[in-house]
T-cell receptor, first 115, second 110 residues
Framework: DAGVIQSPRHEVTEMGQEVTLRCKPISGHDYLFWYRQTMMRGLELLIYFNNNVPIDDSGMPEDRFSAKMPNASFSTLKIQPSEPRDSAVYFC?????????????FGAGTRLSVL | GNSVTQMEGPVTLSEEAFLTINCTYTATGYPSLFWYVQYPGEGLQLLLKATKADDKGSNKGFEATYRKETTSFHLEKGSVQVSDSAVYFCALKVDYKLSFGAGTTVTVRA
């Protein structure tokens, strides 16, 4: 398996623009997680899905952030409008069904810079 | 709430030195414990895990023991290599949510 695939790897945009980050989880995994990594706050869980349904979005910083999972093989994290303080590395992770260790497998991340 | 506190870095070692990174946790319920490693420009990779008290996780020469009495999960390696240079994260999992420590940057010099 190719692992969790995220795109783009790098994104540079200007303040106020819409940004969409994409994630393809490992096939057969039914949990999907979005994290944000910054120097100040470390790794933070933003939201996670189970069977394409959002379960916990308490980590989403504000209404400018939204996430969707239209099917088992694709998820997006959208920021609209983007702000400089959103600059971070965003990771997607997926996890197999309950009872198989629930280990989370991470993608390589998207480095977002908002100018 | 759930939280993880790990030793602040950066840590700089010579090749073949002994490495210890301390990690303690606070959790409600019975967490699983993990060490993840992040190499430059990459995502996090699971290094080892332990799911219950007194379990020892091990991988690539690294070890950590789940100590419930001291709420700790310290990472150790007896002889580090240059290729072990990375950022190491201690984490706990309750239900399906991972809580990470701040990360410890380790640099191994030849």
């Amino acid at each position: 398996d190719a692992g969790v695939i995220q795109s783009p790897r790098h994104e540079v945009t200007e303040m106020g623009q819409e940004v969409t980050l994409r994630c393809k989880p490992i096939s057969g995994h039914d949990y999907l997680f979005w994290y944000r990594q910054t120097m100040m706050r470390g790794l933070e869980l933003l939201i996670y899905f189970n069977n394409n349904v959002p379960i916990d979005d308490s980590g989403m910083p504000e209404d400018r952030f939204s996430a969707k999972m239209p099917n088992a093989s694709f998820s997006t994290l959208k920021i609209q409008p983007s702000e400089p303080r959103d600059s971070a590395v965003y990771f997607c992770a997926s996890s197999p069904p309950t009872g198989t260790g629930n280990i989370q497998y991470f993608g390589a991340g998207t480095r977002l810079s908002v100018l | 709430g759930n939280s993880v506190t790990q030793m602040e870095g950066p840590v700089t070692l010579s090749e073949e030195a002994f490495l210890t990174i301390n990690c303690t946790y606070t959790a409600t319920g019975y967490p699983s414990l993990f060490w993840y490693v992040q190499y430059p420009g990459e995502g996090l990779q699971l290094l080892l895990k332990a799911t219950k008290a007194d379990d020892k996780g091990s991988n690539k020469g690294f070890e950590a023991t789940y100590r419930k009495e001291t709420t700790s999960f310290h990472l150790e390696k007896g002889s580090v290599q240059v290729s072990d240079s990375a950022v190491y994260f201690c984490a706990l999992k309750v239900d399906y949510k991972l809580s990470f420590g701040a990360g410890t940057t380790v640099t191994v010099r030849a």
